[in-house]
């Protein structure tokens, strides 16, 4: 049933801004493991077309400070991130997030339904830069458990404190991309030529507990169940759960290694359908496929759909990516 929540339709903003660092451009790349030079290097960036580094697809939704987990939290009626699963995200990309970009956030409460233990609720973010406008529009589902659960679980949460992968070295200037996988073109590898159902090689990506609490702290994110067996243990799974948005972000660095360009990607979305456990005895292995579904060649653009498997089952409902073709 849908319930007429107060915050409904209502907008929320804040009048500072992220400023966009370099570092933090790494360390995200990094905790994605996504190692275009671009992300890295700014002799790197040069090549396709940009002045300075500029940061993957997924960055811009992990750009929270203090003052925006305040307003997400005032939009959300005062919800515990304890009690927040996101089950769905939507990026459509107007350019890329470069270093140096002071980005502001404006919330929209879509829409607000209770359901049988807890509330599904829709929000817009309009990420935008002070100076040149909107860098992203994402749309995010939330599902908020309440109740006794809700409760037990925000208690646990109270009572809890907060792969060695080589990484692209900085290039000196004037010289080439180190890595030849990443070709140096105006736009994504695919071509005008390029068959619907090209397939390309699956990648496989490892996540540890580790992985799981460097993007937490990357990115700010609070949520307990990411990284505490006592949570995990009070929502009877098996192991802590990794964050959408990593899985998505793993998504994203499989399709810039697929196309070769870091801003060939326009759209990029993902219904996230089963989660991914992450328990002490293992790594989990997460692989990523993916088939070009569609090419326009009078748009220059391209449908991909991605599909990933974690033990056997399929992480991802939906997920489709709109990128540019090559001339």
């Not at 750009?63 to 925006?68: F, K, N, Y």
């Not at 309009?126 to 100076?131: K, L, N, P, W, Y």
């Not at 529009?137 to 809890?160: D, M, P, Q, W, Y």
């Not at 499989?254 to 870091?262: E, K």
Request: hydrophobic residues 40%; aromatic residues 6%; proline residues 7%.
């Amino acid at each position: 049933m849908t319930r007429g929540h107060p915050t409904v339709g209502q907008v929320y903003r804040i009048h500072d801004h992220y400023e966009v660092g370099r570092e933090k451009i790494r360390e995200f790349a990094r905790a994605v493991q996504d190692f275009h030079p671009a992300h890295w290097d700014d002799t790197a960036a040069h090549t396709v077309g940009y002045p300075v580094i500029l940061a993957p697809i997924t960055f811009a939704s992990a750009t929270v400070t203090a003052a925006q987990r305040e307003l997400l939290r005032i939009a959300l009626d005062g919800y515990d991130p304890a009690r927040l699963l996101q089950v769905e995200q939507e990026i459509h990309c107007h350019r890329p997030v470069l270093a140096g970009d002071r980005l502001t956030h404006e919330i929209t409460v879509d829409s607000w339904r209770t359901i049988i233990g807890g509330d599904i609720i829709a929000l817009t973010t309009v990420i935008s830069d002070r100076d040149t406008g909107p860098v992203q529009t994402v749309h995010t589902t939330l599902a908020g458990r309440s109740g006794n659960e809700g409760e037990r679980i925000s208690e646990i949460a109270k009572n809890i404190a907060l792969q060695d992968i080589p990484v692209p070295k900085p290039q000196s200037p004037g010289t080439p991309a180190a890595d030849p996988s990443f070709p140096s073109r105006p736009a994504g590898a695919l071509s005008r030529n390029t068959p619907a159902e090209h397939r390309f090689p699956s990648r496989t990506f490892h996540l540890t507990r580790g992985e799981l609490v460097n993007y937490a702290g990357v990115c700010g994110d609070l949520n307990p169940i990411h990284w505490s067996d006592d949570i995990a243990r009070a929502t009877d799974t098996p192991g802590v759960l990794a964050q959408g948005m990593l899985t998505m972000g793993l998504g994203a660095a499989a399709l810039t290694a697929w196309i070769g360009h870091p801003t060939a990607i326009l759209d990029y979305s993902a219904v996230f359908a089963h989660p991914v456990h992450v328990t002490t005895r293992r790594a989990a292995a997460i692989e990523f496929t993916g088939t070009v579904a569609a090419v326009d060649p009078d748009a220059s653009r391209a449908t991909v759909a991605l599909a990933a498997y974690c033990d056997g089952a399929s992480i991802l409902g939906r997920a489709t990516a709109t990128v540019v073709l090559a001339n």
